[in-house]
């Protein structure tokens, strides 16, 4: 039985709490990325800004979204311990309603999906089926320091990044635009590790081993933040071998300031990894755009 269904008096879910179940404020790093694939596609978005749109959408509320009602779903128990506020454990969405709205959104995820031509939809599918296993057993990936983060910084970062490129040029991307896709979404392991921190408590119990459970917090976070800082020194120097310098030099400086805001963090990780998520990522995801602007226009890969 769930922690929701002790819960009496209640068969239906809170209108506001269905919003908090899909987690608005986590839409954001696919729907950029999505954006990031369009501008480095070299395509003009206004040429096709309705499937711009479209994913967009689809990358954010719906995708992602659903993501987060399944993750929710699965970790209710974990939750309980964590943030028994959530609007599962809470009560406020009850029974199994965490699990149809997740079900409903993953078919409205291939639904919408479709229309975006067949690498859309091959894209949708791979999202989707992604995030089903990284929450729920038998494979819950999530469970895995390594494997966990290394899914969602790829379905965060690397996969919206191609799908926007492929669907804005109808075809596979070019392989710079392939290369710095997943180069970011290796650096977005270490975002999913210090996001981790949160949760340090929950996992310790329910048997999660996230890398800040397994290293420690000051390990973890001084090898998450290795792991986001590499990535972006070989798109500066891919950026120098492409003839971009200006741009190198923007992300050069973006990474730096990065450096400044991982070493604030690293004086308390525990503390401070929800501050540099909302400091040294909004660094990192300006890197992203400029690079998306550096190679939109490079043909083939020198």
Known sequence: MSVSENVQGRHWPQPRAMVTLIKPITWFPPMWAYLCGVVSSGVSPLENWPLVLLGIILAGPIVCGMSQAANDWCDRHVDAINEPYRPIPSGRVPGRWGLWIALAMSALSLAVGWFLGPWGFGATVVAVLAAWAYSVEPFRLKKSGWWGPGLVGLCYEGLPWFTGAAVLSAGAPAWPVIIVAGLYAAGAHGIMTLNDFKALEGDRQTGVASLPVV?????????????????????????????????????AAFLAAQVWAMRIMLRDPKARAPW???????????????????????????
């Open 276 to 302: 540099y998520n909302g400091t040294g990522v909004l660094f990192y995801i300006s890197g992203m755009m400029i690079t998306a602007f550096a190679i939109r226009t490079l043909e083939v890969l020198p």
């Open 215 to 251: 290293m420690g917090p000051e390990r973890a976070a001084r090898l998450a933040c290795l792991v986001m800082a590499m990535p972006q020194v070989v798109v500066i120097s891919l950026l120098m071998f492409w003839d971009r310098p200006f741009h190198a030099m923007a992300v």
